[in-house]
Structures are given as structure tokens and as C-alpha cells.
């Protein structure tokens, strides 16, 4: 058995220990309260979720493990995956046998190559991701152990397992649907040889220009996208569903679908039009005085203007600080790289203006299809299905992690319009 079962079995242990002394010790204490105003209002700030594998405070990003994400970026998606899940970094050893385990799990069943095919032509790559994982659903060793009479102790091992499988299996799924969707030939098959970014970029089979570039602005993507707690809508989304013993072939495809929204992963697609559009309009490289036009049009035919706010960070999301670096090294002079470099000069300081919006500050979801569109991954519908590959590894870590824990089913409650009306009166 991998090194990985082994080390979680023994945090498991203690983990259990540690939240068993909490409770005991501060179980009856207030973590947060909710005012009327927060139960209209999306819950927005109520701490009312544990979530080990990663936090975001308003004014510092994404923090995974405690090691905040500026340090992380270097890394590849195999080491962030196991830190997700154990706490800890792989030493040479442990990364060389998750690795293995990883690479041995790639192969797609041909069923989900015929489905996909058979779907209509013109359907968005998300729902083509989300089909495809609901239809592997039937591989699930959580759901078959399960009808065998698996024991609660061992939900986490039959979860690791489906974990493990999804991780290694779905860049060649998304890689197959970005073939498909557009045209590009035949599906290119997984290489068991290769690491998670390589193969991805080896099946996309873009120009092979600029390989290495591209295949490290690849790994830092699924390394920058990986998680970002639990509350956010695709995490409690595919919580919510695990939570009712739903394997996360379930949870995940229905944590993607909130993932596929406008306000959430699809932005970095609506972003990326939206910046076309107005290199359109004005040509290359518009100056500051077009992009601060093309923002007040923007905000006044009533639409947001993508990639810029966050529902919980109050600063520049380091996810975009990370890549706005990237580019400034690898493309500074590419006229689509210097408008949104310029928007985020101009942008931020007009959001100000407007006071209902709590955060002026670009997301992760602002540079992040320049990026991909700079190597020729042109198809921007395509754009949130890299965000889903990465956003993987944080959604199973999470499943592994609350199945360990033997977290309840989740449930809320909700109250009434009439009873509100009754309390504040
Ligand atoms: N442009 C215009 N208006 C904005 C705005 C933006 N970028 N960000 C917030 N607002 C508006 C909201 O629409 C809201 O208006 P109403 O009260 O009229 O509905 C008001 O400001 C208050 O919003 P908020 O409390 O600052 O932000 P929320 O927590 O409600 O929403 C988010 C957060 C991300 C949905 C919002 O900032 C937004 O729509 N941004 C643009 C889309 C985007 O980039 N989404 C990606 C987020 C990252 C991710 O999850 O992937």
C-alpha cells in the first residue's frame, strides 16, 4: 500500500484525538453569531465550517496549511496535493511514491469517451467535464464498499481511493474535452511516465512552441487554483453533498457546477472577453483614460466588472499577484498582458468610488486567462475547466479530510420571512 494511506492513517488518529479535546474543552463557546442581515445576505462572514486544508483572511489570500500560497508557487501540483491532505510537504521519498500512485491511476474508461462524444456540439466544456464525472461515478470504491457493508473507521480509505483515482484521471478527461469541444484531431492519450502538469500540457496538444514555459505557467495555474476553504459556493457545495455519504464523483461534478458560474470559476472566461472586447474597441494596449471609459460603460449597462472584488478577500489576491509576475518575466511587451497589467491600474481606484463594493482589489480570475491565451489557449469557454482540474485537488482533499473526521451530514437551519418578522418586531 502507498506511503500516503500510511501517513494518514497515523494523522487521522491524532486528528480525531485533537478535535475530540476541543470539543470537550470548547465546545460551548460562540464562534460566531448571525445577524438577520447575514441570513439575507448569504451567510457572508459567518464562521460556522471547519476547514484544515486551507483559510483565506481577508487581508493576506490564500494560506494552505499555514504555508501562505507566495511560498508555495514554485511547487508542483502532486506536492500541493499531498500537503492538502496530510499538513505536511513529501520529502523526496514520499512525493517519488505519491507520484507513482498518482501516474498508475490515469486511465479513462472508452465509456466516457463515447458519451462525450455523443453530446451535442456546442455544449460548454464544464458541462461536458461534469457530465464526464457523473457517468465515472460507477468506478466509486466508496459506493461499492459501501453496499458491502464498509465500516465508518474506513470511509476515509474508500474516499482517498476515489480521490486519488479523480486527481490522476481527470487531466486527461479535460485534456480530451478541450480536443473534442474544438476540433483539434484525435484525443492524445496519458503518458504513466509523465507528472500531472506534463501530461496536461502533452494531451492539450497546443504548438509546441514555448513548451517549457508554457508547461510551468501550466503548473503554477493547478498549483495557484488548488483550494480556498470551505465556504466558498463549489467547496460547500461539494461538502454538503459528501456529507450525505454521496461519493465525490457526486460531489465534485455538483461542487463544478457552482464552480461553472459567472460569479465564481467562469469568471476568468468573462474576464478574458470582456478585456478582448475592449482591445477591439480601442485596438491594442488601450491607455488608462479608454480603460477607465470602457469601465464606467461597463458598470453602467449594470454588469460587474470581472475578475475584480471577492466576497471574503479585502486585498490583491496573491493567486494574481503570482501571475501578474509571471507575465512581467516571460511576455511584459504582449499588448493583451499590458491591458491587464493597465487595468489593474485603473480599475481598482474607480471601484473605490462606488461604496457598496467592499473590495476594489482584482481576484485570481483577472490575469489568469491572459495567461493561457498568451500560449494559445485561445478558447476562453474553455478556461474554467483548468481551474476545475486544479480546483480538484482541494475539493477531494476536503472529502478525504471530513470522511476521516466522520463529519456529520450537514444541515442547516433556515427560518422563515414570517418568523423574521415576528423576531424584530
Ligand atoms: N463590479 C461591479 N460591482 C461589484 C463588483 C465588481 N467587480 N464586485 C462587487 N460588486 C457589487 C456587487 O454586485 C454588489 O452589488 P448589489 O448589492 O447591487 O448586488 C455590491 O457590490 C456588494 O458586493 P460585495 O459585498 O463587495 O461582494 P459580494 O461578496 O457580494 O460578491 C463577487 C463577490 C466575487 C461575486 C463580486 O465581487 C463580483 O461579482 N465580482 C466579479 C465577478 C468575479 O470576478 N468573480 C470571481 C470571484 C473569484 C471566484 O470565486 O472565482
Given amino acids: 500500500m502507498s506511503i500516503i494511506f500510511d501517513i494518514l492513517s497515523k494523522k487521522i488518529v491524532e486528528w480525531r484525538k485533537e478535535e475530540s479535546a476541543i470539543i470537550e474543552k470548547g465546545g460551548a463557546k460562540i464562534l460566531s453569531q448571525v445577524t438577520v442581515a447575514q441570513a439575507y445576505g448569504g451567510m457572508r462572514g ?133 480536443r473534442m469541444r474544438f476540433n483539434k484531431g484525435e484525443i492524445i492519450l496519458p503518458d504513466p511516465a509523465m507528472d500531472l502538469t506534463g501530461d496536461y500540457v502533452h494531451m492539450l496538444g497546443l504548438d509546441k512552441s514555448k513548451k517549457e514555459e508554457f508547461n510551468d505557467l501550466m503548473r503554477l495555474y493547478l498549483v495557484a487554483h488548488c483550494d480556498h476553504e470551505g465556504g466558498n459556493v463549489s467547496a460547500l457545495t461539494n461538502l454538503t453533498i459528501n456529507s450525505a455519504l454521496s461519493d465525490i464523483y457526486y460531489s465534485l461534478s455538483g461542487g463544478f457546477d457552482g464552480l461553472a458560474g459567472p460569479l465564481h470559476g467562469l469568471a476568468n472566461q468573462e474576464c478574458l472577453k470582456w478585456i478582448l472586447e475592449i482591445m477591439q474597441k480601442y485596438g491594442d494596449a488601450p491607455s488608462k483614460e479608454q480603460l477607465k471609459e470602457i469601465v464606467w460603460d461597463t458598470l453602467n449597462s449594470g454588469k460587474v466588472i ?111 420571512t414570517y418568523f423574521v418578522k415576528e423576531f424584530i418586531s
Fill in 46 to 178: 459567518v464562521a460556522s465550517l471547519i476547514c484544515d486544508t486551507s483559510r483565506v483572511p481577508q487581508d493576506q489570500g490564500l494560506i494552505i496549511r499555514e504555508i501562505p500560497l507566495k511560498k508555495l508557487l514554485d511547487k508542483t501540483p502532486e506536492e500541493i496535493f499531498f500537503l492538502l491532505l496530510t499538513s505536511e510537504l513529501p520529502d523526496k521519498n514520499q512525493l517519488a511514491d505519491f507520484s507513482s500512485e498518482i501516474r498508475s491511476r490515469k486511465n479513462v474508461p472508452q465509456y466516457i469517451w463515447d458519451v462525450l462524444r455523443s453530446m451535442p456540439k456546442d455544449s460548454h466544456p464544464m458541462t461536458m467535464l461534469n457530465t464526464a464525472i457523473l457517468v465515472l461515478q460507477k468506478e466509486s470504491v466508496f459506493a461499492h464498499r459501501y453496499d458491502d457493508g464498509m465500516r465508518k473507521e474506513d470511509y476515509w480509505k474508500a474516499t482517498l481511493e476515489d480521490a486519488l483515482n479523480l486527481v490522476a484521471k481527470l487531466p486527461a478527461i479535460a485534456a480530451g474535452i478541450y
Fill in 306 to 416: 470581472p475578475g475584480y472584488g471577492h466576497a471574503v478577500l479585502r486585498v490583491t489576491d496573491p493567486r494574481f499577484e503570482g501571475f501578474l509576475q509571471f507575465g512581467k518575466n516571460h511576455f511584459p511587451d504582449d499588448p493583451l498582458f499590458i491591458t491587464v497589467a493597465r487595468l489593474y491600474e485603473v480599475v481598482p481606484e474607480e471601484l473605490k468610488k462606488i461604496e457598496k463594493i467592499k473590495n476594489p482589489w482584482p481576484n485570481v480570475d483577472a490575469a489568469s486567462g491572459s495567461m493561457l491565451y498568451h500560449y494559445g489557449l485561445k478558447e476562453f469557454s474553455y478556461y474554467t475547466v483548468v481551474f476545475a482540474v486544479s480546483r480538484s485537488l482541494g475539493l477531494t482533499a476536503q472529502a478525504v479530510i471530513n470522511r476521516a473526521m466522520n463529519a456529520p451530514i450537514i444541515r442547516p437551519k433556515s427560518v422563515t
